[in-house]
């Protein structure tokens, strides 16, 4: 499958209109990841290197059609001294797929705390994942072949009494990444979308769904590498209706905190007519 340089490459065709390539898939739709961290590319192409992306808010409009190269449409909504905002929509064949929000920051001096990070297995003390765990372990190791991907057992993740339904995974991306600081914020949003939904379906190991992402929500918080590990602590509070509510804490091995990320998405009964 697409090394993540080919999955978050764009030509600039205007001043603030982008196409992103489409990449060999084994998806029936462009991968959520893929349009959003294409989307994040453009924007930051727009913004002066000063600045750095803090926050993303996207929604999903439409099925992408991953044949097609999707184009980008930039709009600078707001440079100011440290804070500037642009907005992104994907179209494809003259409609919307995909429409994001991006704020970016400068940085400043403030408090500084974070949650801990959950008591959970290394990353060398949990196999990869294997084809032979299950057909979906299966598809995800063909899928994302470049990235490391490891699900901690269900009997050694850490788990919370509250939570509804918890699990977590360590990954990384197994060879060497650009040093631009800016490249690894958007290789994250392009994996930060893998995996999360199934979250609202551990309390559900049998239900046949059908599955979506709907909107999607991320804030970088501290410097990272994505060719490094890091911990996704995924949860999902609430399922209903036929949407079910996620959300994920990406963690350094150190124990760094260095993104959150909140999505809703679609995981209605499978329709027999």
């Not at 924007?43 to 993303?56: D, G, I, K, M, N």
Request: overall charge negative; glycine content about 6%.
């Amino acid at each position: 499958m697409a090394t993540i340089e080919e999955a978050l490459e764009i030509e600039r065709l205007e001043r603030d209109i982008f196409r992103g390539a489409s990449v060999r898939t084994q998806l029936p739709r462009t991968f959520g990841g893929q349009v959003a961290g294409q989307a994040l590319v453009a924007a930051v192409r727009t913004v002066e290197p000063r600045f750095e992306v803090h926050s993303l808010h996207g929604y999903f409009l439409r099925p992408g059609n991953p044949a097609e190269p999707t184009v980008f449409l930039v709009e600078r909504i707001r440079d100011g001294r440290s804070f500037s905002t642009r907005r992104v929509t994907g179209v494809q064949d003259g409609e919307a797929i995909f429409t994001m929000s991006a704020s970016f920051h400068v940085g400043d001096e403030g408090p500084n705390h974070q949650d801990a990070m959950p008591k959970v297995p290394g990353p060398q003390d949990v196999p990869e994942d294997s084809a032979s765990w299950s057909e979906e372990r299966a598809w995800r190791m063909r899928e994302w072949e470049h990235w490391d991907i490891r699900s901690i057992p269900a009997a050694a993740a850490a788990h919370h009494s509250s939570l509804a339904a918890q699990q977590q995974i360590w990954f990384r991306y197994r060879h060497p990444l650009p040093d631009d600081p800016l490249f690894h914020v958007c290789t994250l949003a392009y994996m930060s979308d893998m995996s999360l939904l199934s979250s609202s379906l551990v309390p559900h190991p049998d239900a046949h769904t059908q599955n979506a992402s709907l909107d999607h929500a991320m804030w970088f918080l501290r410097p990272f590498r994505a060719d490094e590990w890091l911990l996704y602590d995924q949860f999902s509070p609430s399922a209903g209706w036929g949407r079910g509510l996620t959300g994920g804490r990406i963690f350094k091995e150190n124990g760094e905190l260095v993104a959150s990320v909140v999505q809703e998405g679609m995981i209605r009964y499978q329709r027999t007519t």
